[in-house]
């Protein structure tokens, strides 16, 4: 993977669009064991990036490790290239991990980004590694208000093309927003975070490594593997 902070945004460009011609998001057969979850905190334009990447039991959802990495960043706070900042932190928490999951749950988008490559997508396709991006927040594309009920969902449009799901993952509360990120199809994608609902809004994952990751940026948690 090369250096983020030397690019600029015009080569950052040109890089999204290569690395999303490798983008695969047809549908397969998965055997989940471990399902991951991960996560950044950062201020806006703060150089110090705070990134967790936490493993669980499937379909029980159970904790069984996690990593955790500081580490900086000089590439420039963009919308739409957030993932150059973000994800040489989460390779390298990914790196560290002893226990690799079968799919990464990412706190952002998969293909529902402007250039069809969301933090999911990129740091699969730099990885190789399963990745479904679920984000609290839509970046783009149109989608209709899906039913009340958890479960309930609608598709994300961009034009004629299919890049996501509005989820219901609690009753009467905003949806989310699902989308594949590499190595994994539409309706795995959907179908994969359908299982990690638990009381809360934001599927167990992400949660999870969200809360680690806080942890971590206060100083409660060391850096590393655990």
């Not at 499937?58 to 150059?84: D, N």
């Not at 959907?190 to 934001?202: A, D, E, P, T």
Request: glycine share 10%; aromatic share 8%.
């Amino acid at each position: 993977m090369e250096n983020y902070d030397t690019l600029s945004i015009p080569e950052a460009t040109l890089l999204q669009n290569k690395l999303r011609e490798r983008v695969d998001t047809s549908e397969r057969e998965l055997s989940i064991q471990w399902i991951g979850g991960a996560d950044v905190s950062l201020n806006l334009y703060s150089t110090t990036i705070y990134a967790g990447i936490i493993v669980l039991s499937f379909p029980a959802l159970q904790p069984v490790g996690w990593s955790l990495v500081r580490a900086e960043t000089r590439f420039p706070y963009v919308p739409g290239y957030l993932a150059f900042r973000e994800v040489p932190a989460l390779v390298e928490a990914w790196r560290r991990l002893t226990l690799k999951p079968d799919v990464l749950v990412v706190d952002g988008h998969g293909i529902a980004h402007p250039r069809r490559l969301g933090i999911a997508a990129h740091f699969g396709v730099e990885t190789g590694q399963p990745s479904v991006g679920c984000a609290k927040k839509l970046l783009t594309g149109n989608y209709h208000e899906p039913g009340l009920l958890v479960g309930d969902h609608s598709p994300i449009m961009a034009g004629v093309e299919q890049i996501g799901y509005a989820f219901r993952s609690k009753s009467k509360t905003a949806p989310v927003f699902v989308s594949p990120g590499h190595l994994v199809g539409m309706e795995n994608s959907l179908q994969i975070i359908r299982q990690c609902i638990g009381k809360y809004r934001i599927p167990e994952p992400t949660r999870l490594a969200h809360e680690l990751v806080n942890r971590f940026r206060r100083g409660e948690l060391p850096e590393g593997v655990g």
